[in-house]
């Protein structure tokens, strides 16, 4: 079955970029779409973006400005960049896989696997 | 923006029924989709589609959607579904719920 795994730096330093790659294993990362998600300790979820395996993407408009989710299909990866890190940034940043669809006038968006999330503090 | 409000908190005995309501509005006119969250852990999908379970998931997770609420019920609540449950749907953006603490007393 298809796995998700986050790596990247645990520690980013204020107003850097924050970097991080989710790499798929047990499946092909092509013809699905692929989600960034956060929670900051002690809170709710917050949808980032996603990307599709082709390359167009979609961000959270709260985050636009500072987002940039990119896919790497030869590895199997796609990639999370927030520029201009504050000390709100600070979350568990979760990658997952996206089922996008519609029927009808209906648009359907979920995601059915999640990595296990990985911790990123911005501190000085 | 859009926004979805749950209810910070939900008890229930064991063995009885949990209803966790999201509202948004007119979100019976949008799908939505419902996540476990245990502590330390990354949400799993418990329902999608409104209604659809994944395969793996009890059959005593449920799910509705009708004019601006959204309702996971949780029938023959175990201790093992203890959690924080998040609605979510797709507004132009993916749009999480506030979510929810189900507590099994």
């Known amino acids: 079955q298809v796995q998700l795994q986050e790596s990247g730096p645990g520690l980013v330093k204020p107003s850097e970029t924050l970097s991080l790659t989710c790499t798929v294993s047990?499946?092909?990362?092509?013809?699905?779409?692929w989600s960034w998600i956060r929670q900051p300790p002690g809170k709710g979820l917050e949808w980032i973006g996603y990307i599709y395996y082709s390359g167009s993407t979609n961000y959270n408009p709260s985050l636009k400005s500072r987002v940039t989710i990119s896919v790497d299909t030869s590895k199997n990866q796609f990639s999370l960049k927030l520029s201009s890190v504050t000390a709100a940034d600070t979350a568990v940043y979760y990658c997952?896989?996206?089922?996008?669809?519609?029927?009808?006038?209906?648009?359907?968006?979920?995601?059915?696997?999640w990595g296990k999330g990985t911790t990123v503090t911005v501190s000085s | 923006s859009y926004e979805l409000t749950q209810p910070p908190s939900v008890s229930v005995s064991p063995g009885q029924t949990a209803s966790i309501t999201c509202s948004g509005d007119?979100?019976?006119?949008?799908?939505a989709c419902w996540y476990q969250q245990k502590p330390g852990q990354s949400p799993v999908l418990v329902i999608y589609?409104?209604?659809k379970r994944p395969s793996g998931i009890p059959e005593r997770f449920s799910g509705s959607n009708s004019g601006n609420t959204a309702t996971l019920t949780i029938s023959g609540t175990q201790a093992m579904d203890e959690a924080d449950y998040y609605c979510?749907?797709?507004?132009?953006?993916?749009?999480f719920g506030t979510g929810t603490k189900v507590t099994v007393l």
């Open positions: 007119k979100l019976g006119d949008k799908y």
């Open positions: 047990g499946g092909s990362i092509s013809s699905y779409y």
């Open positions: 589609q409104d209604s």
């Open positions: 979510q749907a797709w507004d132009s953006k993916g749009v």
């Open positions: 997952a896989r996206a089922i996008v669809g519609a029927t009808g006038d209906y648009y359907y968006y979920y995601m059915d696997v």
